[in-house]
């Protein structure tokens, strides 16, 4: 007696890998991205090439000692001097004012936009917040000459001695906090909402008041972001131009005395880089050695904003 054989098992037809079309689009788009890239570089690296032959030169004709170690700044005088501290000084005193206005108000205005305010209220502040980066900054200045300066000057106590001048460091370092508030306020609640919600939801499970989850949870784990903006906001108070330059005067006086008129090293190259000097002369050259130190002196600041960054970033799954 004959069986039947088992049907032979039959193999699964190979899958045949077709070679996808070329996606022209995606290779322009990349290109372009490289092309920014690239272009970004060598503007960095133009500007270090443009600011190093001056400055060289500047330091053969003036001691790199006179120029870190005098302390009075006079370069367009008969008997010159090129003491750079006092407009060092003068950009570290608005910059602390900056820092002690913006700071604190933009760190609170991302709290509140991030945990305490609604949906429809943050969807009207954000962008209202926003909008004022986009205020030019004469505006900035006049607002701190016309408004901040006489608010100041005519509610002074008496018991405190004379008020400010017309010009002065604290006036310009108040508008220019109010300025950098935005920037902080919008980097830092960015970087709150990116906190993942379990880690609220767990602290509100073990009892935690809304105060305690915000400055507990949320803003230890957007410290990064946090650092960012503060960073961020710092660096644009040193480079701010105009607003020193109307509200805070022109003068070299080395002080932190935030009722004085000072000098800041944006404001020295505004003026003198408008003004009737020649060109090659040691005056123009001073111009160079001044952006030079400002630009290291941003350099740095974006080299601490990294390793802070980096220091205390939390990546979450």
Known sequence: MSTDSPPASSSPAPIQLSRQKARYGERVIVGFLIFCAVVSVLTTVGIVVALVGPTIEFFREVPI????SADEWAPFFADASFGVF?????????????????????????????EYASPGTRKVLKPTLEVL?????????FFALTFVTPLIRDNWPGFLGDPPGIFSAGAAGIVLG??????????????????PRSLREGAYALGSTKRTVALRVVVPAALSGIVASFVLGVSR?????????IAAGNTPNLTFNPLESIQTMTAFI???????????TLEFKTVFAVGALLFVITLAMNALSIWLVRRFREEYE
Request: a negative charge; hydrophobic letters at 55%.
């Open 270 to 280: 505004a003026t003198t880089a408008t003004g009737d000097i020649g060109v090659g």
């Open 237 to 245: 108070a040193i480079g701010e131009t105009i607003v020193v330059l």
């Open 86 to 114: 006092p407009i060092v000084v003068g950009t570290l005193n608005v910059t602390f004012w900056a820092i002690l206005i913006g700071l604190p108000l933009g760190l609170g205005a991302a709290i509140f936009l991030s």
């Open 65 to 68: 000692t006179d120029f870190f």
């Open 178 to 195: 109010v300025m950098i508030v935005p920037t902080v306020a919008s980097i830092s609640e960015d970087a709150m909402s990116a906190v």
């Open 133 to 141: 980066e986009g205020i030019p900054t004469v505006a900035y200045g």
